[in-house]
């Protein structure tokens, strides 16, 4: 699995966009960008993945350079709610059998009020 | 999301027993199950994967006798810390994937203190 590069840590207002950025600059053409987050105690949650176009869902947005060698997680309204550890992950898709989830040192994030 | 459970959600133990923690995935077949462990302040680290009906394929620097990890059906995995010493002390968690789903869903975590 390609490594990714994230801060340590961030703060953010809450009520403000929380954009964590990820360097990823050694991904492969198959490899997935995964996001996850982990609340203090609890179990890491599936937050958004994308390949090479932007995605978005109910709880954040993926931005992917056009080179796919970083990518960015918004959290568009951010809450006390959200601070975390912010996991970005590269993965390759079920059908390479690069399926490992291997977490790096991830961003933590600081919801201020 | 689909649901995995795992349990118990924290347990206490005497060194040298024996703990065994479960993963279930409640509303999902997992063909696949992976184990991890996660000490204060550290990300999580991958122990092991297990494919149901097949032995557990271990990390580098995981020693299998001691983390004995049985999926014998496709709802269910179990790790067990033998022998259990101070060091073993961890919060352990567990994620599950069927082979439609694009992402793994991962448990609450077990919280194990070993005295």
């Known amino acids: 699995d390609a490594k990714t590069t994230q801060p340590p840590s961030m703060d953010c207002a809450e009520g403000r966009a929380a954009n964590l950025p990820c360097n990823h600059s050694?991904?492969?053409?198959?490899?997935?960008v995964y996001w996850y987050r982990q609340i203090h105690s609890q179990g890491p949650q599936y937050i958004i993945h994308?390949?090479?176009n932007n995605e978005t869902n109910e709880m954040a947005s993926l931005i992917i350079t056009e080179d796919r060698k970083s990518s960015t997680l918004i959290l568009p309204h951010a809450t006390l709610r959200d601070t975390a550890v912010y996991y970005c992950i590269v993965r390759g898709s079920r059908n390479t059998g690069g399926f490992k989830t291997i977490f790096g040192a991830g961003t933590r994030l600081f919801v201020k009020a | 999301g689909a649901v995995v459970s795992q349990h118990p959600s924290w347990v206490i133990c005497k060194s040298g027993t024996s703990v065994k923690i479960e993963c279930r995935s409640l509303?999902?077949?997992?063909?696949?199950m992976f184990w991890y462990r996660q000490f204060p302040k550290q990300s999580l680290m991958l122990m092991a994967t297990?494919?149901?009906?097949?032995?557990?394929?271990?990390e580098q620097g995981v020693e299998k006798d001691k983390f004995l990890i049985n999926h014998a059906s496709l709802t269910l995995s179990t790790l067990t810390v033998t022998s259990a010493h101070p060091e073993d002390s961890s919060f352990y968690i567990c994620?599950?994937?069927?082979?439609?789903?694009?992402?793994?869903?991962f448990g609450q975590g077990t919280r194990l203190t070993v005295v």
């Open positions: 509303d999902f077949q997992a063909t696949t």
């Open positions: 994620s599950a994937r069927d082979r439609g789903f694009t992402e793994a869903f």
């Open positions: 994308g390949l090479k």
């Open positions: 297990s494919n149901e009906g097949s032995k557990a394929t271990y």
């Open positions: 050694t991904i492969s053409g198959n490899e997935y």
